[in-house]
């Protein structure tokens, strides 16, 4: 999967999922501009790059403020002359974007939570396609979440957003196709990213791990991996999709893998889970 030449946007490129996508670019030949808040971190990660010959750089972009949105994706043609790759891959925390069951919703909740997680991907879209024609085509892979496809208990905008973002990947696809650009969307289970390791109860992170049928969670270098397949020549024909990196969880009966478990003696191990935190 070379990007040997290629140019990449990757949103919330200085932590979790977002770094292991810049830090595998780079190191397969792509020039990579790193669109964060995060100034610290992606300072340090540009650093990092630099010195094994990668190419990066960081522009500070708050996916909330469209006019940020436009800068990143004219930043990254003024720096390296073209555009070829878009990685809708920010996420925003709850205290920033808050969430709730229905009944609790305020129309400020979900605009923002709505506004963080589908309404930035769209204006990144909306800004990168024109660059990736200009260049001859492209591709866009946006990070989508399994609670775009179950219902979860208080994350209602959060799982309006992501299913969204499958029909907005669809609509791109479509609409964009014939312009040689794809988009597809990669869809984590539960993933031990820094944030997650930090503010996930180990009960909470230990009910994931039970419910995955795999016997690890995803690191975000298992998610990138599939994002950057997902946005490489090796995927050439898959276009509009969105692809379940979940280690399984979504692909059984709730109630069947305890018992399944249970008929074949046997037992949850503890050992792996505390692994792969």
């Keep these: 999967m070379s990007f040997e030449g290629r140019v990449a946007v990757v949103t919330g490129g200085a932590a979790g999922i977002g770094r292991s996508i810049v830090t595998?670019?780079?190191?397969?030949?792509?020039?990579?501009?790193?669109?964060?808040?995060?100034?610290?971190?992606?300072?340090?990660?540009?650093?990092?790059?630099?010195?094994?010959?990668?190419?990066a750089r960081f522009v500070r972009t708050d996916i909330l403020v469209e006019s940020d949105i436009a800068a990143m994706i004219e930043h990254a043609v003024q720096s390296f002359g073209r555009l070829d790759l878009l990685f809708n891959n920010a996420g925003v925390p709850r205290t920033i974007a808050p969430d709730s069951e229905i009944a609790e919703m305020t129309g400020e909740k979900w605009r923002r939570t709505l506004d963080a997680h589908l309404t930035s991907a769209m204006?990144?879209?909306?800004?990168?396609?024109?660059?990736?024609?200009?260049?001859?085509?492209?591709?866009?892979?946006?990070t989508s979440s399994a609670s775009a496809l179950a219902a979860t208990l208080d994350l209602s905008a959060y799982s309006a957003a992501k299913?969204?973002?499958?029909?907005?990947?669809?609509?791109?696809?479509?609409?964009?196709?014939?312009?040689?650009?794809?988009c597809n969307a990669v869809v984590p289970g539960a993933v031990m990213t820094e944030r997650g390791r930090a503010t996930l109860p180990p009960d909470i992170i230990r009910l994931?791990?039970?419910?995955?049928?795999?016997?690890?969670?995803?690191?975000?270098d298992n998610i990138a991996d599939v994002a950057l397949f997902l946005a490489s020549d090796?995927?050439?024909?898959?276009?509009?999709?969105?692809?379940?990196?979940?280690?399984?969880?979504?692909?059984?009966?709730?109630?069947?893998?305890?018992?399944?478990?249970?008929?074949?003696?046997?037992?949850?191990?503890?050992?792996?889970?505390?692994?792969?935190?």
Excluded at 123 to 142: E, L, Q, T
């Design 208 to 220: 994931f791990a039970e419910e995955t049928p795999l016997p690890r969670l995803a690191s975000p």
């Design 234 to 277: 090796a995927a050439a024909m898959v276009t509009g999709q969105a692809l379940l990196a979940d280690g399984g969880m979504m692909a059984k009966l709730p109630y069947w893998l305890p018992k399944m478990r249970e008929t074949r003696g046997e037992r949850f191990d503890e050992t792996t889970y505390r692994a792969n935190r």
């Design 163 to 182: 299913a969204g973002l499958h029909a907005l990947t669809r609509e791109v696809a479509v609409t964009y196709g014939r312009d040689n650009i794809r």
């Design 123 to 142: 204006f990144g879209c909306h800004y990168a396609i024109p660059a990736m024609i200009r260049a001859g085509g492209g591709a866009i892979v946006n």
């Design 24 to 55: 595998k670019l780079a190191a397969e030949g792509a020039s990579v501009v790193i669109a964060d808040v995060d100034e610290a971190g992606a300072a340090a990660l540009v650093d990092a790059i630099e010195p094994s010959r990668g190419k």
